[in-house]
């Protein structure tokens, strides 16, 4: 069983900063992607950015340049490091997982993030 536990959300002004940590424990074998997902009020869960096993990286379009996604295999955590937050920012922020061998994709219960204006 895979548990994917994330912290560091919370409320912040716009421009201002804050670092998603995403921890995962229980029965790991490799994980061929992670990232992060986010799902504002009555909008559709969104793609932010993420890493594969190699190191690959992927954002969104409206967090380029301004968030970064990183990982510490040692530690089984994967980082997500906003800056210059806006209001549109403001969503619930999901951790996920992805296996290949078990075709199987978990996820964490989410954490909200509040940029104001």
């Known amino acids: 069983q895979v548990q994917l536990d994330e912290s560091g959300g919370g409320s912040v002004q716009a421009g201002g900063s804050l670092r998603l940590s995403c921890l995962a424990s229980?029965?790991?074998?490799?994980?061929?992607?992670r990232g992060w997902y986010r799902q504002a009020p009555g909008k559709q869960r969104e793609l932010v950015a993420s890493?594969?096993?190699?190191?690959?990286?992927n954002y969104a379009d409206s967090v380029k340049g301004r968030f970064t996604i990183s990982g510490d295999n040692a530690k089984n955590t994967v980082y997500l490091q906003m800056n210059s937050l806006k209001p549109e920012d403001t969503a619930v922020y999901y951790c996920?997982?992805?296996?290949?061998?078990?075709?199987?994709?978990?996820w964490g219960q989410g954490t909200q993030v509040t940029v104001s204006s």
């Open positions: 996920y997982a992805f296996s290949l061998n078990s075709n199987r994709v978990y």
């Open positions: 229980g029965t790991i074998f490799g994980f061929n992607a």
């Open positions: 890493i594969s096993s190699g190191g690959t990286t």
